[in-house]
Structures are given as C-alpha cells and as structure tokens.
C-alpha cells in the first residue's frame, strides 16, 4: 500500500474506479461508472465472465442510445472508459475508489478487503456492495476502518436510482460526504443507514419475501396469486415471489441468514421451502427456475411447473 498519504480523495478527485466482480451488480456499476466519465478497472477472476460482462454492458447501453438517452459516440466513449482484467494489483495500483462487488459471502469479501488494503493507494476510499453483511467487520480486515463503508447499489444498477450509503463504526465522516456526493454526480439518490444487519432495504425486504414464501409453503395461496395480491393491492411494481427470483434465491437465503444470525429472532428464520429450493438449484433468473419458470427470448411469466 502506498503510505504517502491515507487522506480520502474528496469526490471531485475521484477518477479511477475499480470494479472488483463482473456479475449482474458489478457490470451494472461499472456501466455506470464509465457512463458518467469515470475511468474504469473491471477486474473478475474469470475472463470469460469478463467477455460476457461486456457484451451485456454493450447492449445495454445500445438500448439506452435506442430511446435516445444516449447518442453512438457517448456510448462507444463509454465502453472505452471500461479495462477489464484478472489482476487485482493491476487493476486497483491507482484506483481512487474501489466497489466490490463479489459474491455475498462473508469470507470471500473479508479475504479480498485483506487484499484491497494491501494494494490499493493509501487514500483510496473501499466500498462495498453488500447487502447484508456488516461494514464495521469487513473494515475490520484492514488497517483503514475509517476509509471502508458501504455503497449499496439496487438491481438493476443503471435503471434503480437509490444507493443505500452504510455507514461503519469507524467510517470517517469525510469518507460518508465524499461517497454521498458521488452518488449525485452518478445521477443516484443516496440515503444514509448506520451499520445493522440488512440496513434498511433487506431488513424490510427479506422478511417480507420470506412471508411471501411462508405462505405459499403453507397453502394459503398459489405463486401467481400471492404476487397478484401484492402488486394490486399494495402498489408493489413486482410481487414478491418473481422479485425473489430476480435477486437470485441464494442471495435472499444468504441474507435472511445474516439477519437470523444477527438479530437472534425466530422471525428472520429462512422458510424450509427457501431453503430446499436453493439445495435443489432453483435460484430463480439465473438459472432459469425459481417460482417461476424462464425461457430465453420469452417475456412469459410462467409459473414454474412444481407450484402449479
């Protein structure tokens, strides 16, 4: 780590932004990123997913210029902001702010916040994604506590306006500004949350897609019409169910998990089916069956076969 200085860059200095994990999150931040000026490091381990990575940011921007949010030369200077590579040291050497975005694993992101202290600039500021886990214990893996806080971007990342900005016990107020004004020169709305399990968007979100689940386990009522009552009763734009499928049900297990295990109470308990869906591999978009069921090219919602 560069020890010349350990000052936070303020957000107008901010120019270098790595990117750590390609998957829907990180390739949807970096678009961002890269759309707003930004030069970016797309690191994964993978350089297939890195392929994959950029070709979904390259349609997506092409959808963006299609409704005239974008003309052809911002977007081709966009996707040349955007380096991709398989080296964290290369990629982070002269990042002003890095964003992870890896898996939702506590370990796994302990391991590359270790990594990202080492490597990184002494005034690089370390954000990460997360959903769920706590900001004060990844901080926690490094000697720069006061320069980790969390930047919680929602799915999908170019299209959702809010960041939930967290907070760690010893995030620097100056660190908690200067993340907060660079979600406005993003075009995002930041809200500010103090580090508990879940924060605020999945401490009330995860308990209620784990009713949702409670109640088609128990037979109340069907997929289709558990959703169809919440989206025209309660003015959701999705039900609850086809949302759980789109955050992937792994990741809605892995955080009810880290609020069980954080709060102590019954009421964060996954439901069986959860976790029976997520032991047979029915993780719901991703890997084309959840609650319900997903054919390439086809905007059919269709309930998946077992729950009709």
């Known amino acids: 780590m560069d020890t010349a200085s350990s000052t936070p860059r303020s ?14 999150m990180g390739n949807g ?18 350089a297939p ?9 390259a349609r997506n921007l092409d959808r963006v210029v299609a409704k005239g949010g974008l003309d052809h030369e911002s977007r081709d200077a966009a996707l040349a902001r955007i380096h991709c590579g398989t080296s964290l040291a290369e990629a ?17 992101k302990l391991e590359l916040f270790r990594q990202l202290d080492q490597l990184s600039p002494a005034s690089c500021i370390l954000a990460t994604n997360t959903s769920s886990i706590s900001i004060t214990d ?20 170019p299209v959702m306006k809010l960041v939930e900005i967290i907070k760690g016990y010893n995030t620097d107020p100056v660190v908690t500004a200067t993340i907060v004004e660079l979600s406005h020169r993003l075009g995002k709305i930041p809200v500010e949350a103090n580090d508990y399990p879940g924060f605020v968007a999945n401490r009330i979100l995860m308990p209620m897609i784990n009713e949702a689940i409670h109640t088609l386990y128990e037979g109340v009522a069907g997929v289709a019409e558990i959703d169809t009552v919440m989206k025209l009763g309660m003015a959701h734009p999705m039900g609850p169910l086809q949302l759980a499928d789109f955050i992937g049900l792994d990741v809605c297990l892995a955080i009810l998990r880290v609020l069980h295990d954080g ?3 019954a009421k964060y308990a996954p439901c069986p089916l959860l976790v029976k869906m997520v032991s047979s591999g029915n993780l719901g978009v991703k890997t084309g069956k959840g609650f319900y069921a ?3 090219g086809s905007k059919d919602l269709l309930v998946a076969p077992e729950f009709r």
């Open 11 to 24: 957000p107008l200095h901010i120019q270098h932004v790595t990117v750590v994990g390609c998957g829907t």
């Open 29 to 46: 931040i970096a678009q961002v990123f890269a759309t707003c000026g930004f030069a970016v490091e797309l690191v994964d381990l993978s």
């Open 49 to 57: 997913a890195l392929e994959k990575a950029m070709s979904t940011i």
């Open 92 to 108: 982070t050497h002269q990042a002003d702010l890095v964003v992870e975005a890896a898996t939702e694993n506590r370990q796994i």
């Open 138 to 157: 990844i901080a926690g893996a490094t000697r720069r506590p006061a320069q980790v806080i969390g930047m919680h971007f929602m799915n999908p990342v």
């Open 263 to 265: 709060f102590g109470q």
């Open 294 to 296: 997903y054919q390439a």
